[in-house]
């Protein structure tokens, strides 16, 4: 979808549709009250009739029996007017986009008027974002027709040269952190046979090329040299050699140089069988999202790297898949972490802190300011908090505060959960300094202690366990994919510039 930015009034407009957001309980006012003159008041009628409210994700769609302006009119709720946030435009913006979508409109215009003080740029972004998220669609292994029920075109409407001007600089950033969630969802939605450690590579290559990023890709043999032995572990039961992907991107002024980039880390499991300690086979399938943390920190990088956010930042994916082949890591085992740590293999299951241990480990290289690790790390995750909370932990106040606020703002919303030492207890090893699995209690947080045994710098982990894959589709978010942790890092990253 193109998005054009015009100077002009949205009932003068030429197109499929016009879009108009609307808060609960409200009658139309200005350009959707004149409009609504010109149809004869069939908007007021509805609302008056209880038939259209202005709900969250209601939206309805009128013809425009006039021979001029748009050929109909979509009205979308935002919900009552003193609960909005920025949550409330973006999903109005992409309930709208997918009726258009669905209804096989192809150009479509919108009128620009922010809600409760929001800049027009801030408009126009989160306008931007929520149709683009909403109209994602992951069709390729498919012969369908849905190539032509694509909306092409969005046009806003800006009342004079200054609104024109912001709204077009908004749209721009909208595009970019939308292309950057997509192009996130194209990996971790791919089928691992497809998405493999290689394939993970090449996509951060194209990135790297694309928006101007260092890339180094370290191979076995330099994972090898380097002494991380629990993330080779890991890959020893699969066919597909494993890749540890590194993006550089610099940005930030020479006195943030001396400083020390962020990191941020993704767990890069391309698929999770389970290993030695297989999985059941029901629903072992979703296990090719195991890859959505280093998915996330890619396009996070890329995005950061587009937008030229005045920032240092280092994006790690550790790639490989978790397999039960004749090499395999096996129950009892012991590993040897690049800093040296010893750890007992317990289940093979509990793979994804092994390939964060040394990722953690070559993070602090560095030196860096701050690292974000984020991954699809345990089932106890997804009991403890479902489907709407990111699991978070980490080491430093002031970093947790910063990354719970930048997931409020992106409606990628992190739970922090307690990291007293006790906890540790569980992970202590025998005959090793550690061990992989800490029994089934606390288990989130047990593997949150693990990994800070491999930190020695401020610190938050994200398990995106429950929210990375979306069963049933919400309003900017269709099935499958969700690529959280783009817009949280993002977000996290642009209060870092301001
Ligand atoms: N990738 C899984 C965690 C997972 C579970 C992600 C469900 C998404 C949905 C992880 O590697 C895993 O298998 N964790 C085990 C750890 C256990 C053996 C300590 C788990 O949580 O069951
Ligand atoms: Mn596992
Ligand atoms: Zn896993």
Redesign the pocket.
Known sequence: MDIKIKRGSVSDEKSDAAVFMLFEGERPKGALAGIDGILGGVISRSIASGEFTGKRDETALFHNPGKTGPARIIIAGMGKRDKFTPDSLMRAAGAAAALAGKTGLKEISAHSDPPEAMSAHRFASLIAQGMLLALYNFDRFKKTESDKKRVKSLTLLASDRAMEAALKKGAVEGRIIADSVNFAKDMINAPANEMTPSVMASRAKAAAKDVGLKLKVLEADDCKKLGMGAFLGVAMGSKQPPKFIVMEYQGGKPVDRRQGPYVIIGKG?TF?S?GISIKPSEGMEK?KY?MAGAGAVIAAIRCAAALKLPVNLVAIAPCTENMPGGAALKPGDMVRAMNDKTIEII?T????RLVLADALCYASRYKPRAVIDIA?????C?IALGDFAIGLMGNDRGLIDEVVKAGDTANERAWELPMWDEYLDAMKGDVTDLKN?GGRKA?TVTAGKFLQEFVDYPWVHLDI?GTAWEEKGRPYCPRGATAIGVRLIVEFLKRKSA
């Open positions: 499991i999770d389970g296990m195991d289940s299951d509990a793979e994804g699809t790390l345990t089932g106890a997804v699995v288990a366990a």
